[in-house]
T-cell receptor, first 113, second 115 residues
Framework: NAGVMQNPRHLVRRRGQEARLRCSPMKGHSHVYWYRQLPEEGLKFMVYLQKENIIDESGMPKERFSAEFPKEGPSILRIQQVVRGDSAAYFC???????????FGSGTQLSVL | AQTVTQSQPEMSVQEAETVTLSCTYDTSESDYYLFWYKQPPSRQMILVIRQEAYKQQNATENRFSVNFQKAAKSFSLKISDSQLGDAAMYFCAYRIMNRDDKIIFGKGTRLHILP
């Protein structure tokens, strides 16, 4: 049973380009969180998704950022027109239900040149 | 709004000694989970220990134990017999029980193990 898979592990983009970060949850998990981590800081909540539903996107900037978790396939965090301030590690975590353990991916390090 | 505060940005401990990392939180809820996560240089988030707020008994996992004081809203992590592999960032976290909601993390404490 593979863990939470995030790809790519590292992503380099120039300012103005689009970044697409993928998260494949563990088998049987229908809940996904996305978090952002700046250097030497904690994890900041961005969005909470269930299959085909956005439960809470209160932590996600209203412009340029979007997230989805389709019925089939991975969850995608999309950042349009990236800026230097978007450089960070982005983590996803999945779980089966709120009473069960959360599993984290290894993160995607986004670097914006 | 719920918040999680870790007041120690960095700590050091001698190998084989015991260290305690502090965490306080603020919530008006009565049912919730508290967690300690470890993040080594590999960046992987590893669950160290979990505590359900309704349980009075402090959670323990091998060399890791917590001191959960619900009235004081305090949740400290004690690491006994510290090992070099314990060097990492440690994050305290909170989540409401029985409701779809996010996990809230503290800013972390970087733990150094001195040989």
């Amino acid at each position: 049973n593979a863990g939470v898979m995030q790809n790519p592990r590292h992503l380099v983009r120039r300012r103005g380009q689009e970044a697409r970060l993928r998260c494949s949850p563990m088998k049987g998990h229908s809940h996904v969180y996305w978090y952002r981590q700046l250097p030497e800081e904690g994890l900041k909540f961005m969005v909470y998704l269930q299959k085909e539903n956005i439960i809470d996107e209160s932590g996600m900037p209203k412009e340029r950022f979007s997230a989805e978790f389709p019925k089939e396939g991975p969850s995608i965090l999309r950042i349009q027109q990236v800026v230097r301030g978007d450089s960070a590690a982005y983590f996803c975590a999945s779980f089966r239900s709120i009473s069960e353990k959360l599993f984290f991916g290894s993160g995607t390090q986004l670097s914006v040149l | 709004a719920q918040t999680v505060t870790q007041s120690q940005p960095e700590m050091s401990v001698q190998e084989a000694e015991t260290v305690t990392l502090s965490c306080t939180y603020d919530t008006s809820e009565s049912d919730y989970y508290l967690f300690w996560y470890k993040q080594p240089p590999s960046r992987q988030m590893i669950l160290v220990i979990r505590q359900e707020a309704y349980k009075q008994q402090n959670a323990t996992e091998n060399r890791f134990s917590v001191n959960f004081q619900k009235a004081a809203k305090s949740f400290s992590l004690k690491i006994s017999d510290s090992q070099l592999g314990d060097a990492a960032m440690y994050f305290c976290a909170y989540r409401i029980m029985n409701r779809d909601d996010k996990i809230i993390f503290g800013k972390g404490t970087r733990l150094h193990i001195l040989p």
